[in-house]
């Protein structure tokens, strides 16, 4: 789903900007699944028709997060298990006791990490570095329906 916008400043000389909204449906298995988005961001952006601006990549629910990583399998075990020492999943948490849901750690974690990330693009292009990944982190415990909205800006 794409949606155009135009706004734009009303001076003489000033370029008008475009925004661009999209979304992403994904597939998470929770407990941390961590999935790969560049390839899919990177579409988007280049579908936009715009050269230069910046992307808002923005998870959509109070159980996952983006963020950037190198997404190597060993750099992915290390990340879970950070959040793991940081925010566990075995110790009581008042949301699990209003709710009885057992998530708790994952809403804690999401919060922590943030729902939204921008990523600067040049001549339709991500500006990120050679081993930086766009990454959806589902700190949920079970498998969830996620819907990924990319607001793209620029000329």
């Known amino acids: 789903m794409v949606q155009r916008a135009r706004r734009g400043a009303i001076r003489r000389g000033v370029k008008r900007m475009t925004v661009v909204t ?4 994904v597939q ?3 407990h941390c699944d961590m999935l790969d988005l560049t390839s899919q961001v990177a579409r988007s952006v280049a579908e936009s028709g715009l050269g230069c601006g910046t ?4 998870v959509a629910g109070s159980t996952a997060g983006v963020t950037t990583i190198e997404y190597e399998p060993n750099l992915v075990l290390d990340f879970k298990s950070m ?3 940081t925010a566990p999943q075995d110790i009581p ?5 209003t709710w009885g ?3 708790g750690h994952s809403h804690v974690r999401a919060s922590l990490l943030g729902a939204s990330l921008t990523v600067p693009f040049c001549d339709g292009r991500l500006l990120l570095g050679t ?3 766009v990454v959806l982190v589902d700190f949920d415990n079970r498998a ?3 819907t990924v909205v990319l607001q793209i800006m620029g000329e």
Do not use: I, K, M, P
């Open 22 to 25: 999209a979304s992403l449906s």
């Open 28 to 30: 998470s298995e929770g």
């Open 55 to 58: 992307v808002t990549v923005f």
């Open 83 to 85: 959040w793991e020492r």
């Open 93 to 97: 948490y008042e949301h699990n006791r």
């Open 101 to 103: 849901d057992g998530n």
């Open 131 to 133: 081993w930086q990944q």
């Open 144 to 146: 969830r329906s996620r």
